[in-house]
């Protein structure tokens, strides 16, 4: 991936990219592994300017069921507002 992928620029106080449609998430999208997820939202957060972590994982059997990635300024706003 490399810096042509987005277009950013600095608009009436705000910080506008134009990201290439392939790295922007959309309801319904399916990965085959939990690596292709890690690896999209990372590619995806370089251009955006936030970072991403794993803030929970359900396991079965020691399989993954279910895992939440969620942005890093979530988490913040969430533990302040408790």
């Known amino acids: 991936?490399?810096?042509?992928?987005?277009d950013c620029q600095l608009n009436q106080s705000e910080f506008l990219c134009d990201?290439?449609?392939?790295?922007?998430?959309k309801v319904g999208?399916?990965?085959n592994t939990l690596e292709e997820v890690r690896k999209f939202y990372k590619n995806y957060s370089k251009?955006?300017?936030?970072?991403?972590?794993?803030?929970?994982?359900?396991k079965k059997k020691n399989e993954i069921q279910n895992?939440?990635?969620?942005?890093?300024?979530?988490?913040?706003?969430?533990?302040?507002s408790n």
Do not use: A, Y
């Open 1 to 6: 991936m490399n810096d042509s992928s987005s």
């Open 47 to 58: 251009f955006t300017d936030f970072s991403t972590k794993i803030w929970s994982t359900n």
């Open 29 to 31: 999208i399916t990965f």
């Open 67 to 80: 895992q939440l990635i969620t942005c890093i300024r979530e988490m913040k706003i969430e533990h302040i």
């Open 19 to 25: 990201v290439d449609e392939q790295l922007v998430p």
